[in-house]
């Protein structure tokens, strides 16, 4: 097993432009490596060139210049390896509608050259749920089991990375949980190495181990999804008051707001103030405390911090 199941080097695109439309600098040299088998979350703004950087990966984009290894293989010298071990859930619900599941993963499966008797079919249908769909046709299956069966599709070669764009998008709490968890499940039995792109930051914090973060077609960040909330120091302690407060704690690095629910919230940062200084400014206030919580920094707030207009 190679250590990094995807290497970038100075991967850059230009969209060619027409006559009317500008050309489009959308990668402006990339450099990251994908390490085998983690949850690998790729997170952006809207047209930040995220999708660009996945159809790369996959083959499906030609890049510009640079160089991109999958699974130790360059996609330049050796295209066939290297797409053979990468397979993408897009995120266009595009299937064909006269195949059923079944016929869908078939064809598939030869596409990538599977032999018939190393196919899996069955198991794939088990797996995305949609074994009693296995011959329906697909204009008939609704859009959550659309989206199961692309994920299927992408398995059919048995690829030990997945690329996943935007896999719960629009879909509601239940398709979400089963989709998260069947790639939980190829990640912890399969050793299968996951890259997503999502727009729910919660998501990326809850599923992924690393995050990098572009913006207009530079790497913003990378690191591990701790080390990225541990950057953020701005923290807030909730007190509940046991009685309506007569006046409001004060202190240097310190700022109050009384909530609608009766609670004051008080915001400091770590690096400069401690939590026993915030507590002893709301005693000096003349303040009995009933309940006190703190609430961290998320990703969300990593995110606004590092992508936001200088
Ligand atoms: N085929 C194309 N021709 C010209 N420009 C393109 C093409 N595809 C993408 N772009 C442009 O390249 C930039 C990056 O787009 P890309 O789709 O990679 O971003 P993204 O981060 O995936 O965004 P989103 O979250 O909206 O999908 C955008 O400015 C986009 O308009």
Redesign the pocket.
Known sequence: MTQNAIEIRDLQKT???GRK?PA?H?LKGIDLDIPAGSIFGLL??????????INIMAGLVTKSSGNVKIWGFDQDSNPRQSRAAIGVMPQELNLDPFFTPRGALEVQAGLYGVPKSQRYSDEILEMVGLTDKAEAYARTLSGGMRRRLLLGKALVHRPQILVLD?PTAGVDIELRQMLWSNIRKLNNDHGTTIIL?T?YLEEAEEMCDEIAI?NQ?TLVTRDSTANLLGQIDAKTMVIDPASPPTQLPQAQGISVERRSDGTLALSYHAQETSAEQVLEAVHAAGILIRDVKTEQADLEDVFLKLTAKP
């Open positions: 969209y060619g432009g439309e489009k959308a952006g703004p809207n047209g930040a060139g995220k999708s660009t950087m935007e792109t727009h572009i077609g």
